[in-house]
């Protein structure tokens, strides 16, 4: 006997309405179809039409509130290309410091929703204490907490100041001593392994067909990280290796397990990056183009193409840009997120997994998180409401039962 | 395999608290009594945090009328179209409600007529009160 | 890469290679290769594209830009990744006539385009020719038929509400 749940519209761990629609069987999961469009926002077409390219940095910034430096990031890459614009040293490094500690702090709150969605709570509020220094150092550099409105084309708009460069430092030791205490409760905790391991297992070969980005690919034995393989900013000089779970377990299965491997060790990857940055950061201009009217008149000028590569926390982030000289907006403007090529991921890896599963799994490639939201289950064609908090008691359930060993 | 996290979790419970404190200690049985009170000095709060640098914080935008001279630069850079010309008197009106912190029209202001104050507790239920429009 | 140059040329598809410089202390070069093809030589040089690369191309995405009288589709791929800079970029760019949108579909070959053929189809209003799923990816259910979001024609949207001028 077959029952239809659609998780969804508006649901389980997304920030974006989307909608899962299960086939059951009993409790296992046999078909899964995803059904992204509820509501569009129509970035790109404001960009296209309605927004200068300085609107649209920040417009970029706000495709995602927790990647809010990884949009700008792209675009400015792909403007730079298309018009052939300098930058200078000192803002190349600005920029890697500020990807990395973004790359942090998104780290550490998906690491706190894991252990939120499989029910330890009590981690939750460790790791998100843990990442509140980063915060701290976030507020501190940007002078606000989430939106940095830091990128500029040709350069960063404020400079890394003398008197902060101690703290961030305090901050980076914070990270490396506490790094091993955090690796001991998720790698080490019998309940984590129980709800993770072998859960929500996408193979190399899907990853690879499928297209997945970021953390979900690399958990799946893929070595793709856009710092590696086509370094920008500032990454050439800092030999970034992508991560993959062997590199501390070793061995490979690309499961839920496995993709919370990749993002602790990219924590301690970004402190390192971060300390070598500061050590070796050259002095001189942040901007090649500090009159903001002279750059208005050069992007309308401008004419060409460019494609910008980012590495995001949650993947891969590609802006392609198409200006035209005459033409203030972008004449053409795609953005691709990573959640766009991972959100297919999720059909092999809920396949064989039950309800319960459902929140941690779709978490684990790291969808924007937020909403308390709600399910409708259609069973013997009585409607019941299944709320977020359902979904988690049963989340909460099954780990209860895991661990009295039924 | 084992329970890791206990050690730690009793290891919390007697370290003092990591972030900022809420106003109240405790959630109040009614909001608008609570603020009343506040009002009127019968309960005192935590105040709110500190800003850690004053110098690149951005607040609620600051206008100096004197020095503008209205070209309009802020308006063409303006993300969220929070700024409008007054055109007769070459001077602008910018809209708080509208506006996103980004500080990009401090930039671009040539003559340096515009700023970001330390002020950042800006809830209100009316979008177009006093403080809120800027001339 | 060698490989596909030296495949592109027995096939004699023309190909050029853009550079750009990036990196601080270390200089390294990113490199583009464009590719031109016509539309009924896609699905060849996307099995040329498989054929020649050690893992799986990575598909990125589409992206459209619509020049009056003709539109032109470019598909983003990259090959070579894994490896410490090795990485280039691929576009394969298709430029159909505005009177003829018509694309084969390339899920058959990789799954993962299956999001950007949807989302083309209903942005710019081109035609995927034997697409598995046509329904829509991004745009909501009761969006209106005929108007293309992407396109700078008549059947881009019109009655684009001020939203920021309501309130005041």
Redesign the interface.
């Known amino acids: 006997m077959r029952y239809e749940i659609p998780i969804g519209p508006i649901h389980p761990a997304l920030k974006e309405p989307i909608l899962l629609q299960l086939s059951v069987e009993g409790e296992e999961i046999k078909e899964v179809d995803v059904i992204a469009s509820q509501n569009h926002r129509g970035i790109e077409w404001i960009g296209m039409n309605r927004n200068n390219p300085i609107q649209s940095l920040y417009i970029a910034e706000r495709v995602c509130g927790i990647c809010n430096i990884s949009h700008p990031s792209a675009l400015v890459l792909a403007v730079e290309e298309a018009m052939d614009l300098e930058v200078p040293e000192r803002a190349q490094y600005i920029r890697v410091i500020q990807c990395e500690l973004e790359r942090i702090h998104s780290h550490l709150l998906w690491a706190g929703v894991a252990a939120h969605e499989i029910g330890f709570d009590s981690l939750l509020h460790y790791t998100w204490k843990v990442r509140e220094k980063v915060m701290d150092i976030l507020e501190l550099v940007n002078g606000n907490r989430v939106t940095k409105a830091i990128m500029m084309y040709g350069g960063v708009r404020r400079d890394i100041k003398k008197e902060h460069i101690p703290k961030i430092r305090k901050m980076l030791q914070y990270y490396k001593e506490g790094f091993d205490k955090l690796a001991k409760f998720f790698l080490e905790d019998k309940t984590i392994e129980m709800r993770t391991r072998n859960v929500g297992i996408l193979t190399k070969e899907d990853a690879l067909k499928l297209a997945a980005v970021g953390p979900t690919t690399r958990a799946s034995g893929v070595k793709k990280d856009v710092r590696q393989d086509q370094a920008y900013f500032a990454y050439p000089d800092f030999d970034v290796k992508a991560i993959t779970p062997d590199m501390l377990t070793g061995k490979v299965v690309g499961d839920t397990y496995d993709r919370i491997v990749v993002r602790l060790l990219e924590v301690k990857q970004s402190v390192e990056i971060i300390e070598r940055a500061l050590d070796e950061m050259p002095g001189g201009e942040i901007t090649s183009q500090p009159k903001i009217a002279k750059l208005l008149v050069d992007l309308k000028r401008a004419d060409g193409e460019g494609i910008g590569r980012h590495e995001a926390p949650r993947g891969e982030v590609i802006h392609y840009v198409n200006l035209k000289s005459g033409f203030e907006p972008f004449y053409s403007w795609k953005i691709r997120a990573p959640t766009y090529n991972n959100i297919m991921s999720w059909i092999p890896m809920l396949k064989g997994c039950q309800i319960a599963d459902v929140p941690i799994v779709a978490a684990s490639i790291d969808p924007c998180i937020s909403c308390t939201n709600r399910a409708i289950r259609i069973a013997n064609g009585r409607k019941e409401m299944l709320s977020k908090e359902d979904l988690h008691r049963l989340s909460v359930e099954k780990t209860k039962k895991l661990m009295r060993g039924g | 395999m084992r329970y890791t996290f206990i050690p730690e979790l009793f290891r919390q419970l007697f370290s003092k608290p990591f972030t900022n404190l809420f106003p109240l200690k405790y959630a109040p049985a009614s909001i608008k009594d609570t603020l009343d009170k506040i009002k009127k000095g019968e309960i005192e709060i935590n105040p709110p945090v500190e800003i850690p640098d004053k110098e690149i914080f951005r607040g609620k935008i600051q206008y100096d009328r004197e020095k503008c001279i209205g070209c309009g630069l802020c308006i063409k850079v303006c993300p969220a179209k929070a700024i409008e010309l007054k055109k007769e008197e070459k001077k602008i009106r910018i809209y708080v409600g509208r506006c996103i912190f980004c500080g990009q029209c401090v930039d671009a202001c040539p003559k340096g007529a515009l700023s970001q104050g330390e002020e950042f507790l800006l809830a209100d239920a009316d979008k177009l009160n006093k403080e809120w429009v800027i001339e | 890469m060698e490989e596909l140059l030296k495949k592109l040329k027995e096939r004699k598809i023309d190909f050029e290679i853009k550079e750009?410089e990036?990196?601080?202390?270390?200089?390294?070069a990113?490199k583009?290769i464009l590719i031109k093809i016509p539309r009924e030589r896609l699905r060849e040089t996307v099995k040329l594209l498989i054929d020649s690369s050690e893992?799986?191309p990575?598909?990125?995405?589409?992206?459209?830009?619509?020049y009056g009288k003709h539109v032109e589709l470019?598909y983003?791929f990259?090959i070579?990744?894994?490896?410490?800079?090795?990485?280039?970029?691929v576009?394969l760019r298709v430029t159909l006539k505005k009177d003829d949108l018509k694309v084969p579909t390339l899920t058959d070959l990789?799954?993962?385009?299956?999001?950007s053929e949807r989302e083309i189809k209903e942005m710019t209003g081109i035609e995927i020719e034997n697409i598995p799923d046509g329904?829509?990816?991004?745009?909501?259910?009761d969006f209106p038929d005929g108007v293309y979001?992407?396109r700078r024609d008549e059947t881009s949207?019109k009655e684009t509400r001020k939203l920021?001028e309501v309130?005041?």
């Not at chain 3, 990196?23 to 390294?28: A, E, F, L, P």
């Not at chain 3, 329904?135 to 259910?141: D, E, V």
Request: glycine share 6%; with cysteine.
């Open positions: 750009k990036e990196g601080v202390k270390r200089k390294i990113r583009t893992d799986f990575h598909f990125s995405v589409c992206s459209f830009t619509d470019n983003h990259t070579d990744y894994g490896k410490p800079m090795e990485e280039e970029n576009v990789i799954p993962g385009t299956i999001i329904r829509h990816m991004f745009l909501t259910k979001p992407w949207p920021y309130w005041k």
